[in-house]
């Protein structure tokens, strides 16, 4: 059973606009939300996370928002750049347990 | 200062054979996790090690086995290879053993098994 989704396997933005990457999760005792973004040939890269007990954290052009009751987080890429073209990982933890990813979601930022 | 190193970078095995890939976690971080990513999917998690001990296993067989050492790196073991466990194998390594911010990773092993 996959406990952290994100339904849309591929998104194409054009530099300079926003994208917005969705995450939705099943396990209400997740208390941590966290996004990754991978290259090719690259191992995941911490991008930015946000605790249960806020709706949002930014840090520069990324911003994470939490909606608790609908159990879905998004990710905020604003301005999109060339170089954001990745995978991007959605993935969650309780406080003492590993960390589950979902499946990932290809973003293409067209110059 | 040197990320997450993991050895080799690719491998190429047999059916039915044996393998042991390697992980040195960042200077200072006494956790190490293990996941496989297959291709069009998010990594799955194998094993956390934390001082030397098992502190979680993931949903695979026994043919799968790991350990920490005491400078805290680590290795992971596949007995009797099959085909589907042709994958990305990722190292993590984090400070504490349940680190909110996020695991540091590894560029993986890429193993092919023939």
């Known amino acids: 059973d996959q406990q952290v989704k994100q339904n849309s396997p591929s998104l194409s933005v054009q530099e300079g606009r926003i994208s917005i990457l969705n995450c939705d999760y099943t396990n209400s005792m997740f208390d941590y939300f966290l996004w990754y973004k991978k290259y090719p040939a690259e191992g995941p890269t911490f991008l930015i996370s946000?605790?249960?007990?806020?709706d949002k954290n930014e840090d520069g052009r990324f911003t994470v928002f939490l909606n608790k009751s609908a159990k879905h987080l998004s990710l905020h890429i604003v301005p999109s750049q060339p170089g954001d073209s990745a995978v991007y990982f959605c993935a969650a933890k309780t406080s003492y347990d590993k960390v589950i990813f979902g499946p990932g979601t290809s973003l293409s930022v067209i110059p | 200062d040197a990320g997450v190193t993991q050895s080799p970078t690719h491998l190429i095995k047999t059916r039915g054979q044996q393998v042991t890939l390697r992980c040195s976690p960042i200077?200072?971080?006494?956790?190490v996790s293990w996941y496989q990513q297959v291709l069009g999917q998010g990594p799955q998690f194998i094993f956390q090690y934390y001082e030397k001990e098992e502190r979680g296993r993931g949903n695979f067989p026994d043919r799968f086995s790991a350990r920490q050492f005491p400078n805290y790196s680590s290795e992971l073991n596949v007995n009797a290879l099959l085909l589907g466990d042709s994958a990305l194998y990722l190292c993590a390594s984090s400070l504490g053993e349940t680190d909110s911010y996020g695991y540091t990773f590894g560029s993986g092993t890429r193993l092919t098994v023939v």
């Open positions: 946000i605790s249960s007990i806020k």
């Open positions: 200077s200072g971080h006494k956790s």
